[in-house]
């Protein structure tokens, strides 16, 4: 099993991996499909593109910019293309001219306001968090369609790849690498034959697929990109879009935690970094999925903390980054990392356990006490919901992320005063993460129908 550093950690805009990444890159999928086609001009005159929603996607894709991303999607942007653009300049343009424009002036009609479906049925039988991609012709009969599906973390799969008995992910064969563990048992059991670290296996195999200047410069991109976050949340202002008059809180804390440093403590500092980031998300803005949007907050919290307070190098950046990859790797393979599909848990549960390995490994932890930083971090997030108000990654999104980093570092400290030796392992915590997914209802798996989403009253 091998999943890039450079795949978990992708950069892009917010609010959502699932629900905006996703979405976004099914559709410029689905349109270079249709290029690629070569569709006689006749048979697309009077055509146009229409995309069903399905499932989650239907239910809080209004709350998380799904039909504004699938909009983009299809008008040749991916996500990396829009951290340094004005979306909402993009998407005013876009619902104004209705359609689609190819080479030599071809064009295709596309009206977000009609040829976008949220579906409130029944979710397709794959993933709660489905796409019908359509092109229809003039006799409203389908000349090319496609379904997609969003996993979590802006990974997508076609119908055809989710019914692949493999995982539902597109990675490289586990024969392509000298290290390959697709279990923490079997991870472990690697570091104990070999005499070698989680984040040595881990960097030996990533430079398999590319030299190391491309993975170092993939990393420390990443690295810089989650500092901008966190310092743009840390210096702005104002009420979050979608609503709900949320207001930023994340420079007013940075602000009082500095102004009154004898009253402040480590909760503080990670609370103020990882909302810095999830209030970016919530505004739209350029974040790192990691590894998804919602749960965005967590893994760069606990690493901006001890690089600033702790003087942390960039090497030590590079393999707490390595290493929390490596551990979100498993968690994706062996469960799922989408709050459609298991709720919270499998996002800021998955962030935590990652951001913990990642500072146990840094802070000098056998490959057996990082194993079981990951497993305390990830055990103490079992059965979170994902219940979002109004659909909207606010509340209790950010909030929740803060939390995640406290637990995430107090894992690691706990961790590292262990000799690794522990009852549960993270392999079974894992796999109860998965099947409490599996149990849980679908009103507390990203859709608003339930928990906090139904809870507050209106004034």
């Given at each position: 099993m091998f999943i890039s550093v450079l795949e978990l950690f992708k950069i892009g805009i917010g609010p959502s991996s699932s629900h905006t990444l996703g979405p976004m890159v099914a559709a410029n999928d689905f349109i270079n499909r249709i290029k690629d086609k070569a569709f006689n001009a006749l048979n697309l005159k009077d055509s146009y593109i229409s995309c069903t929603l399905k499932g989650s996607l239907a239910f809080t894709g209004k709350g998380h910019s799904t039909d504004r991303a699938v909009a983009l999607g299809l008008h040749g942007y991916l996500p990396a293309d829009l951290t340094d653009k004005n979306v909402d300049t993009?998407?005013?343009?876009?619902?104004?001219?209705?359609?689609?424009?190819?080479?030599?002036?071809?064009?295709?009609?596309?009206?977000?306001s009609s040829h976008i479906v949220f579906d409130k049925g029944d979710p397709l039988p794959e993933h709660p968090n489905g796409m019908i991609f359509e092109l229809i012709d003039s006799d409203n009969k389908a000349?090319?369609?496609?379904?997609?599906?969003?996993?979590?973390?802006?990974?997508?799969?076609?119908?055809?790849?989710?019914?692949?008995?493999?995982?539902?992910?597109?990675?490289?064969?586990?024969?392509?690498?000298?290290?390959?563990?697709?279990?923490a048992n079997t991870m472990l059991q690697m570091a104990e034959d070999n005499q070698?670290?989680?984040?040595?296996?881990?960097?030996?195999?990533?430079?398999?697929?590319?030299?190391?200047?491309?993975?170092?410069?993939?990393?420390?991109?990443?690295?810089?990109?989650?500092?901008?976050?966190?310092?743009?949340?840390?210096?702005?202002?104002?009420?979050?879009?979608?609503?709900?008059?949320?207001?930023?809180?994340?420079?007013?804390?940075?602000?009082?935690?500095?102004?009154?440093?004898?009253?402040?403590?480590?909760?503080?500092?990670?609370?103020?970094y990882a909302m810095a980031v999830n209030e970016e998300n919530a505004a739209g803005h350029m974040?790192?999925?990691?590894?998804?949007?919602?749960?965005a907050?967590?893994?760069?919290?606990?690493?901006?903390?001890?690089?600033?307070?702790?003087?942390?190098?960039?090497?030590?950046?590079?393999?707490?980054?390595?290493?929390?990859?490596?551990?979100?790797?498993?968690?994706?393979?062996?469960?799922?990392?989408?709050?459609?599909?298991v709720g919270c848990q499998g996002e800021v549960g998955s962030a935590a356990?990652?951001?913990?390995?990642g500072l146990c490994s840094i802070r000098g932890g056998t490959a057996q006490q990082v194993e079981n930083a990951a497993e305390i971090a990830l055990e103490h997030h079992l059965g979170m919901t994902c219940d979002p108000v109004n659909g909207l990654v606010q509340v209790p999104c950010i909030e929740r992320n803060g939390f995640g980093a406290i637990k995430a570092y107090t894992a690691a400290s706990l961790a590292l005063r262990g000799d690794g030796k522990h009852f549960?392992?993270?392999?079974?915590?894992?796999?109860?993460?998965?099947?409490?997914?599996?149990?849980?209802?679908?009103?507390?798996?990203?859709?608003?129908l339930g928990g906090l989403a139904v809870s507050i009253t209106e004034c």
């Open positions: 993009l998407i005013d343009q876009i619902w104004q001219i209705s359609h689609i424009t190819f080479e030599k002036n071809q064009t295709i009609s596309f009206n977000p000349l090319y369609s496609e379904t997609y599906f969003s996993i979590g973390g802006g990974f997508i799969n076609t119908l055809a790849e989710i019914n692949q008995l493999q995982a539902p992910l597109r990675m490289v064969s586990s024969d392509s690498c000298r290290y390959p563990f697709d279990s070698i670290s989680i984040v040595q296996m881990k960097r030996v195999n990533e430079l398999e697929h590319l030299d190391e200047t491309a993975l170092l410069n993939g990393i420390d991109k990443i690295w810089e990109a989650m500092q901008t976050c966190i310092q743009r949340g840390l210096a702005a202002e104002g009420t979050l879009p979608g609503g709900l008059d949320i207001s930023r809180r994340a420079k007013d804390i940075y602000q009082d935690i500095k102004n009154n440093p004898e009253t402040a403590n480590i909760n503080d500092w990670l609370c103020a974040v790192v999925t990691a590894p998804t949007n919602g749960a907050g967590v893994i760069p919290a606990v690493l901006y903390y001890f690089v600033t307070h702790e003087q942390g190098t960039i090497e030590q950046v590079r393999d707490y980054l390595l290493t929390a990859s490596a551990i979100g790797g498993l968690i994706k393979h062996r469960s799922s990392i989408s709050g459609a599909e356990a990652m951001a913990a390995a549960m392992p993270l392999d079974s915590c894992i796999e109860a993460m998965k099947q409490t997914g599996l149990e849980m209802s679908h009103k507390y798996k990203e859709t608003s």
